[in-house]
């Protein structure tokens, strides 16, 4: 029986066309093989296995306790480690159990400052449960836009938070693990590393392992991992160790803490980039992702264009537009798109502005990098993101607040029409054709 096309089918074309057409620069975004694709598309999908392994609340599970198993001691060899979670439905949802494992409602927890590169489940306080059910403690960013461990010391001295997470999702620079272990043990802390956005790195070598120092790794499978949208937990030798239950309890905590049935489709497609990731190739890909993010920087900074940090030192950069105007973010991060190349805007460090409308973008290279492209592309893109920025740079955020709605709404339709940023986006597409989604390089 033939599939009659239905409007979903359609646009499900139309997205695929763009992420043909157009540059992906999300740091957490990348590009799946077709391996991983065909099972998130299986007969996968339709089984209910509540549980784990050997022990499901549904019947006929015999096949699902094999794909689970096959993805937990895979990643379990890749990592070294002796417990692995595969079931969290996404990353903020693991962070959750790891908290509800380790601490009771109103422990304190300490991690990076949203503003400063940390992620919401951090502990950014008032509007998320990481902020609301626990003792939130921030921790920022020095002058050189580095984590400030004198900071973190004295805060975890005087605070003697039950979890410090060493994590972050728009930070530029290497975690230094060994640090916040340090720290941690003075505290008498936790150590918890999400290390969600350098997941790949790490397993290519390209970023510092965290399994020596952390007592317990948080990481999503997509972002440099490249795997499907999930999520991994890890408990280290030194985590079961300190309590031997541990891995016991971050199990109850997902179910029935927080989730019902895992995604069977999901936990297959992690078993094969736990495959794919051991291989040689991998680690090639690591390094590139590496390389292309100093070359996109230097063309970046060769063009005038300012960097948090003034660099990167891994996937990702952020570009700090305040020489120009506060709150550029989202003018350059929607005339980027209308140019052919999408990215996030974001926050800097010490945001003079609005986390809704900040002075900066986020920049990463997983993407570009899965579909195969290297130095002399991140130089040109990199020239096209100059051009970009010089063309709307003085379209100032207004100051005034009740005005900034209607400022971005009469800015899009301007942009949507405008002839160079147009004109870009036709150079951007002739370059995307020779690329396409995945390849291995």
């Not at 973190?152 to 979890?163: E, F, G, I, S």
């Not at 790490?202 to 952390?214: I, L, S």
Request: charged share 25%; with cysteine.
């Amino acid at each position: 029986m033939a599939i009659i096309k239905t409007d979903i089918h359609e646009l499900i074309d139309q997205e695929e066309q763009r992420q043909l057409r157009k540059i992906g620069l999300i740091p957490s975004e990348n590009n799946g093989s077709p391996e991983m694709h065909d099972v998130l598309s299986s007969c996968l999908s339709n089984k209910y296995s509540e549980g784990y392994e050997g022990r499901r609340y549904y019947e006929g599970s015999q096949v699902i306790d094999q794909i689970e198993y096959q993805a937990r001691t895979r990643i379990m060899s890749l990592f070294g480690v002796p417990y692995v979670n595969v079931q969290p439905y996404s990353g903020s949802p693991a962070n959750s159990a790891i908290y509800f494992a380790l601490m009771e409602p109103g422990d304190t927890l300490m991690g990076l400052k949203l503003a400063m590169g940390g992620h919401l489940t951090h502990g950014h306080p008032n509007v998320t449960f990481s902020g609301k059910y626990f003792n939130a403690v921030q921790y920022g960013v020095d002058d050189r836009a580095r984590i400030d461990f004198d900071e973190v010391r004295a805060l975890a001295k005087k605070h003697k938070p039950k979890v410090l997470i060493a994590g972050n999702t728009a930070y530029p620079f290497e975690m230094d693990f060994k640090k916040f272990r340090d720290i941690a043990d003075e505290a008498g802390a936790w150590l918890v590393a999400d290390i969600s956005h350098v997941t790949g790195l790490v397993v290519g070598g390209e970023h510092p392992d965290p399994v020596p120092y952390a007592d317990v790794i948080m990481s999503t499978t997509h972002k440099t991992f490249r795997g499907p949208r999930g999520a991994m937990i890890m408990v280290t030798e030194r985590g079961m160790e300190r309590d031997p239950s541990l891995g016991k309890k971050i199990d109850s905590a997902i179910i029935p803490g927080l989730q019902g049935g895992p995604h069977n489709a999901t936990t297959a497609a992690i078993a094969i980039a736990a495959e794919q990731a051991a291989r040689p190739e991998f680690t090639e890909y690591a390094k590139q992702i590496r390389r292309n993010a100093d070359a996109l920087a230097a063309s970046l900074k060769d063009r005038g264009v300012k960097l948090v940090g003034d660099g990167t030192e891994t996937h990702l950069m952020v570009v700090d537009l305040t020489s120009y105007s506060d709150g550029l973010g989202t003018q350059v991060a929607y005339a980027m798109d209308v140019a052919g190349m999408y990215a996030n805007r974001n926050t800097v460090p010490h945001e003079p502005c609005s986390p809704f409308y900040p002075s900066g973008i986020r920049l990463g290279t997983p993407l570009v990098t899965t579909r195969g492209m290297k130095e002399p592309e991140m130089e040109q893109i990199g020239e096209w993101i100059a051009r970009v920025i010089d063309r709307v740079k003085d379209h100032t955020m207004p100051e005034d607040k009740t005005k900034r709605s209607a400022f971005v709404k009469e800015f899009r339709a301007t942009a949507d029409a405008d002839s160079v940023l147009l004109g870009i986006e036709k150079e951007v597409a002739e370059l995307t054709a020779k690329f396409p989604l995945f390849q291995w390089l």
